[in-house]
């Protein structure tokens, strides 16, 4: 059972752009949401993370919008850029106690973003 | 920064092979994991251990088996290689106690059975 539900696949915008990468969750116990970001040849890096006790958090150009009630979160990229092209992960974990060091990722999203 | 090294970046192995990748991290982290990744099915935890000679079971263990003799490394067996285990082996780790503490990740061991 996918714990984690990424959406889309892939994603092609044109410099400027504002790609969307939406992510739903199903486990009630999961109170921090990092997405992590994967370069070719690269492993994953943490690009920004957030935790329930807000809606929404900045970091630079990319944001995360975060919706308890749906359980849902997502990834907002302003004025995207060629060298944001990369994989997407997001993820999810209990903050703290049991299974807090074992993330649950999404299935990714390739996003491409044309000059 | 935290180094994670894995010791391959690439491996082509025949059906059968016993395989040892191997992971090496320099900042004495407790946390350390094995992933797997392939296309369109994300990152998936195989094996991940919070103290030497420590081990548990992630969400597809089958067919592999790991190994934590010194807190800094961690590797991961394949008993008998099989073409479904051809894929990219990524290896990380995170400290324990520090809240929100990400992964830190290897580069990765792309692997080839054949």
């Known amino acids: 059972q996918q714990q984690v539900k990424q959406s889309p696949q892939s994603l092609i915008v044109q410099k400027g752009g504002i790609p969307i990468i939406n992510c739903a969750y199903e486990n009630t116990a999961f109170d921090y949401f990092p997405w992590y970001q994967q370069f070719p040849g690269k492993g994953p890096a943490l690009l920004i993370a957030?935790?329930?006790?807000?809606s929404e958090k900045k970091e630079g150009r990319f944001t995360i919008s975060f919706n308890k009630s749906a359980k849902q979160f997502s990834l907002h990229i302003m004025d995207s850029q060629p060298g944001d092209s990369a994989t997407y992960f997001c993820?999810?974990?209990?903050?703290?106690?049991?299974?807090?060091?074992?993330?649950?990722f999404g299935k990714g999203t390739k996003l491409s973003v044309i000059p | 920064d935290v180094k994670v090294t894995q010791s391959s970046r690439y491996l082509v192995k025949r059906t059968g092979e016993k395989v040892f990748l191997e992971c090496v991290q320099d900042m004495d982290h407790e946390n350390m994991f094995w992933y797997r990744q392939d296309p369109g099915l994300g990152l998936r935890l195989i094996y991940f251990s919070y103290d030497v000679k420590m081990k548990e079971k992630g969400d597809i263990p089958e067919g592999y088996s790991v190994s934590r003799e010194k807190k800094e490394r961690f590797s991961l067996i394949l008993e008998s290689a099989s073409t479904n285990q051809t894929s990219m082996y990524l290896c990380?780790?995170?400290?324990?106690?520090?809240?929100?503490?990400?992964?830190?990740f290897g580069n990765g061991t792309r692997l080839t059975v054949t």
């Open positions: 990380a780790s995170t400290p324990i106690g520090v809240l929100g503490s990400p992964l830190h």
């Open positions: 993820a999810a974990r209990p903050y703290t106690g049991a299974g807090s060091y074992q993330l649950t």
């Open positions: 957030i935790r329930p006790d807000v």
